[in-house]
């Protein structure tokens, strides 16, 4: 009974990611683009749920869904363009577009359904994730954690610097 | 049938193609920036589901992931103040037309 729950939470969660992501591309309207990219960052946060990684489901729920949705939505407003039911228009080369992604996609299938992937190497822990996250963000990778800190905070600085545009001093 | 790690490098593969392609055909700056971010985020589905299904007893690609995020909010910060300082001096957001160093 578990393991049905587990199956069909897995194929909605992958139809909502795949159809709203497929959206996002072929829809004319960037708004809709927009939300629908929204609802692709849910969905992925459920399929991280499924994977044991509640953590990292509230991360991707703030950060991604919250915070870079909103973001996306605010430079779509700030942008002003003439006709929006077209707003959002293919370019030139998407034919060669398709083809290389398509071509990838086959590719990486046929990659990863021929590959026997060694399986369990360590033993699972009961431990939750939140608290093994933390330990390793802690302890192993801390310089890394600094620097990421680091360059959120220039990041956010450069980005307001551009947008705004620096002052002759 | 059950759910095994093929299912969810699939979806990641998919999810990627689909960033790839959005990122490749599209004339809008911002949709590009949209492109990228779906691509970052089945990088991240990959890592997760490798660590679930080959390492369970570890977190090392939570971690990767969390890292991966970071970058991703500064990489679309910047992105989209770029966006908004080119139309804010070309009146345009449209791929295309950002050829000025052309001949």
Request: net charge neutral; aromatic share 10%.
């Given at each position: ?15 909502i990611?795949?159809?709203?992501a497929?959206?996002?591309?072929v829809?004319k ?9 929204a609802?692709t960052?849910?969905?992925v ?20 869904a919250?915070a ?8 779509v ?29 086959g ?33 192993d ?10 360059l ?8 307001i610097i ?8 | 049938?059950?759910i ?9 593969a ?10 490749l ?10 492109g ?5 985020n089945?990088v ?11 390492a369970?007893?570890?977190f ?13 909010a500064?990489?679309v ?26 001949l």
């Amino acid at each position: 009974m578990n393991e049905t729950v587990y199956v069909i939470a897995f194929y909605i969660l992958a139809a909502i990611v795949l159809f709203s992501a497929i959206g996002v591309v072929v829809l004319k309207n960037i708004v809709h683009s927009a939300l629908l990219l929204a609802l692709t960052f849910v969905g992925v946060a459920g399929i991280y749920v499924l994977l044991n990684a509640d953590y990292l489901a509230a991360v991707q729920v703030m950060v991604y869904a919250g915070a870079i949705a909103i973001l996306i939505a605010f430079g779509v407003m700030l942008t002003r363009r003439p006709n929006m039911k077209e707003s959002n228009p293919f370019n030139s080369s998407a034919v060669v577009g398709f083809v290389v992604a398509a071509g990838l996609f086959g590719t990486m299938a046929w990659a990863i359904l021929t590959t026997t992937f060694p399986l369990g190497l360590t033993a699972p822990t009961d431990e939750i994730s939140v608290r093994g996250v933390a330990k390793l963000l802690l302890e192993d990778y801390t310089v890394s954690f600094e620097a990421a800190a680091l360059l959120l905070t220039v990041a956010m600085a450069g980005a307001i610097i551009i947008a705004k545009g620096a002052k002759k001093a | 049938m059950t759910i095994g790690l093929t299912h969810f490098l699939v979806l990641g593969a998919a999810l990627f193609c689909l960033g790839l392609f959005c990122a490749l055909s599209k004339r809008n700056l911002i949709a590009i920036l949209m492109g990228i971010e779906l691509m970052l985020n089945a990088v991240n589905v990959n890592l997760i589901a490798f660590n679930k299904f080959v390492a369970p007893g570890s977190f090392e690609g939570q971690v990767f992931s969390i890292f991966i995020i970071a970058v991703a909010a500064a990489e679309v910060a910047v992105g989209l103040a770029l966006v908004i300082s080119i139309y804010r001096d070309r009146t345009t957001s449209s791929a295309e037309e950002l050829n000025w160093l052309k001949l």
